[in-house]
């Protein structure tokens, strides 16, 4: 019985330990930025699995919201409330789109990149109207560098 109680809490001291790694990763949504109106602030992000990525409304009206294609398979897409804060868990390894819905056109976007880019060509594939295109364009040419 007391080893069980070891094995259990060595366990625990694992995942804890597992925990207490994570990083949290802050992204303001700004109606103005170092690169111009309309931004995300960094617009890239590598981070880990198991970081999280937290949007915050610095300026009112932007959402964050995953790009459709542009994320690992089989990861849950996510989508943000207008002049909420909103936190995401990093569950795999690859790339991960974001847009502000409404600033979408306007190239407010932003890339995470986590571990390996694995998704890298399909993310690069996905269509996307006005400057969000050449914005994307220049991301995914930055986050295919070695880090």
């Known amino acids: 019985m007391r080893r069980i109680a ?7 001291a694992l995942v804890t330990a597992g ?7 802050e992204v303001k949504m700004l109606n103005k930025g170092t690169k111009g109106a ?7 992000i590598r981070a880990a699995v198991g970081d999280t990525v937290t949007f915050v409304p610095t300026d009112k009206s932007h959402d964050a919201e995953t790009v ?3 994320a690992p398979a089989g990861t849950t897409p996510f989508k943000g ?31 995470i990149v986590a571990g390996n880019p694995v998704n890298l060509e399909e993310a690069k594939a996905v269509k996307h109207p006005g400057k969000a295109k050449k914005a994307f364009e220049a991301l995914l040419t930055e986050a295919a560098a070695t880090p």
Not at 6 to 12: D, F, G, I, M
Not at 38 to 44: A, I, Q, R, S, Y
Not at 82 to 109: N, Q, R
């Open 68 to 70: 459709k294609g542009m």
């Open 38 to 44: 309309m931004v995300f602030e960094p617009d890239l």
């Open 6 to 12: 070891l094995v259990a809490t060595a366990l625990a």
């Open 19 to 25: 925990a207490a790694q994570a990083a949290d990763h």
């Open 81 to 111: 409330k207008i002049s909420e804060k909103v936190t995401v868990t990093i569950d795999a390894e690859g790339v991960y789109g974001v847009k502000c819905t409404p600033h979408y056109g306007m190239g407010m976007v932003a890339l």
